[in-house]
């Protein structure tokens, strides 16, 4: 069972940075997708970034493409998530998420692709 566990989420104002972090336990196989979603009052939870564990291979929403960045500590077996240039449309909780598989690629987005999820963290940019 795989339990997941962000943190780094906060207020700043727009074009500032803030860096989320997601520790993962329980991993028994070699291969994992883990994504970053956002969720905003009222809206469907939206794919940010994903990273295939196993080659590093990472995956970007068209909207944080060049500001955010994600990365894995697999020593650690942590996922981070480099925020950059915020805006205030980037408010949202926040949510790491993890799925085992081999492929990442085509589905990396969606939030039905994934069976583990953290409880989130809210981020706020204010303008």
């Known amino acids: 069972q795989v339990q997941l566990v962000e943190s780094g989420g906060g207020s700043v104002q727009a074009g500032g940075s803030l860096r989320l972090s997601c520790a993962a336990s329980?991993?028994?196989?070699?291969?994992?997708?883990l994504g970053w979603f956002r969720q905003a009052p009222g809206k469907e939870r939206e794919g940010v970034a994903g990273?295939?564990?196993?080659?590093?291979?990472?995956y970007y929403a068209d909207s944080v493409k060049g500001r955010f960045t994600i990365s894995q500590d697999r020593a650690k077996n942590e996922l981070y998530l480099q925020m950059d240039s915020l805006k205030p449309e980037d408010t949202a909780m926040y949510y790491c998420?993890?799925?085992?598989?081999?492929?990442?690629?085509?589905?990396?987005?969606?939030?039905?692709?994934?069976?583990?999820w953290g409880q989130g963290t809210q981020v706020t940019v204010s303008s």
């Open positions: 998420a993890a799925v085992v598989s081999w492929q990442c690629g085509g589905s990396w987005y969606s939030a039905q692709f994934y069976n583990y």
């Open positions: 329980g991993y028994t196989y070699s291969s994992y997708c």
């Open positions: 990273i295939k564990t196993r080659t590093g291979t990472t």
